[in-house]
């Protein structure tokens, strides 16, 4: 399962290099660091470690299942996230707003749910 949440993580980022993100800055009239807070945009190996993504993806995660998350699954999702975070170049910008922790809350309910019909096919 680790191996597919990391897959899912590592196809949904929308990353940039800074070198491009820079240029559009400078186009669109702006210094890079107007556009980095206008846009909450951090090198993605930043975004994807943060606490603040972590926190997000569990709650989205708990608000799926309508209860708490366990540690396990916390402790999944802050693994997932700092295997993503480590294989991401050190010139790639990624926003905070990206989707991220929606597509990777989606996929542990999903899996929930599975390992929950499975279990209580075995018992019944």
Not at 39 to 45: G, I, K, N, R
Not at 56 to 61: C, G, I, S, Y
Not at 82 to 109: I, N
Request: aromatic share 4%.
């Amino acid at each position: 399962m680790h191996d597919e949440l990391l897959a899912l993580v590592a196809k949904s980022l929308s990353t940039r290099p800074l070198n491009g993100f820079a240029q559009e800055s400078r186009l669109d009239g702006e210094s890079l660091k107007d556009a980095v807070e206008r846009y909450e945009v951090d090198y993605a190996w930043h975004v994807l470690a943060s606490d603040r993504l972590r926190d997000e993806t569990v709650a989205l995660l708990q608000a799926k299942l309508k209860h708490p998350a366990t540690d396990a699954q916390k402790a999944c999702i802050a693994d997932v996230l700092k295997a993503a975070a480590a294989g991401q170049s050190a010139d790639l910008l990624m926003s905070f707003d990206s989707d991220v922790p929606e597509k990777l809350a989606a996929m542990l309910c999903s899996g929930h749910e599975h390992q929950a019909v499975a279990e209580a096919e075995v018992v019944g």
